[in-house]
């Protein structure tokens, strides 16, 4: 049964891409199935080990291939390590703001060049995107074109506003109306869908 809120939906409790507390929830997800995974190669090893005394048997040889998908696990959890989700005071003060209105939250886009865009919030107007992000050693400039050529590509391009200090996105907020998800106009979704696309 889904646990409904404003915009976030909660299923069987999974947070999905675009809500509070996904990247938490990343986190320990990744954490258990890269523990699992471990524990999973050492048993094998050395329950082919034991049967065995060598080590040139099926048993590792399994052991050995389960560490391919644990190393991958281990290594999506090394980069969503670095990431934190903001304060929920915080979220519950942007949500008040957007009230129903089309908002996300704990979105990380990743650049080619291996960086990471941590968009904490897109609050989604009728033709702007407004993001924050915590992160202040961002080149806003570039990055806000960067975000703004997934929206050309898609044909819904818009304005984009990053910011990276959250008293002047709450006024932001403050100073713009949203309109209800319910209501708003199909491309306003496509844009928030473009935004959830290219974040991990």
Same mark, same amino acid.
């Given at each position: 049964?889904?646990?409904?809120?404003?915009?976030?939906?909660? &299923? $069987?409790?999974?947070? &999905?891409?675009?809500?509070?507390?996904?990247?938490?929830?990343?986190?320990? %997800?990744? +954490?258990?199935?890269?523990?699992?995974?471990?524990?999973?190669? !050492?048993?094998?090893?050395?329950?082919?080990?034991?049967?065995?005394?060598?080590?040139?048997?099926?048993?590792?040889?399994?052991?050995?291939?389960?560490?391919?998908?644990?190393?991958?696990?281990?290594?999506?959890?090394?980069?969503?390590? $670095?990431?934190?989700?903001?304060?929920?005071?915080?979220?519950?003060?942007?949500?008040?703001? =957007?009230?129903?209105?089309?908002?996300?939250?704990?979105?990380?886009?990743?650049?080619?060049?291996?960086? !990471?865009?941590?968009?904490?919030? !897109?609050?989604?107007?009728?033709?702007?995107? +407004?993001?924050?992000?915590?992160?202040?050693?961002?080149?806003? $400039?570039?990055?806000?074109?960067?975000?703004?050529?997934?929206? %050309? +590509?898609?044909?819904?391009?818009?304005?984009? %506003?990053?910011?990276?200090?959250?008293? $002047?996105?709450?006024?932001?907020?403050?100073? %713009?109306?949203?309109?209800?998800?319910?209501?708003?106009?199909?491309?306003?979704?496509?844009?928030?869908? =473009?935004?959830?696309?290219?974040?991990?």
């Amino acid at each position: 049964m889904a646990e409904y809120y404003t915009t976030t939906i909660k &299923t $069987k409790g999974r947070i &999905t891409k675009g809500h509070f507390g996904y990247i938490r929830q990343q986190k320990m %997800r990744l +954490l258990i199935r890269t523990l699992i995974l471990a524990l999973g190669v !050492a048993g094998l090893v050395i329950t082919g080990y034991v049967v065995t005394k060598t080590t040139k048997n099926l048993l590792s040889v399994a052991g050995i291939l389960t560490a391919v998908p644990m190393a991958m696990q281990a290594a999506s959890l090394i980069f969503y390590w $670095k990431f934190k989700g903001r304060p929920e005071e915080e979220y519950e003060k942007v949500r008040q703001l =957007v009230k129903n209105g089309v908002m996300d939250a704990e979105l990380i886009v990743a650049k080619r060049d291996g960086k !990471a865009i941590p968009v904490n919030y !897109a609050c989604f107007t009728e033709n702007e995107v +407004l993001v924050f992000t915590g992160d202040t050693t961002l080149d806003i $400039k570039e990055y806000t074109e960067y975000l703004h050529r997934f929206l %050309r +590509l898609s044909e819904v391009d818009c304005e984009i %506003r990053l910011l990276n200090d959250i008293d $002047k996105y709450l006024a932001s907020l403050r100073s %713009r109306k949203f309109t209800d998800r319910d209501e708003i106009d199909e491309t306003v979704l496509k844009r928030e869908g =473009v935004f959830r696309a290219i974040s991990m």
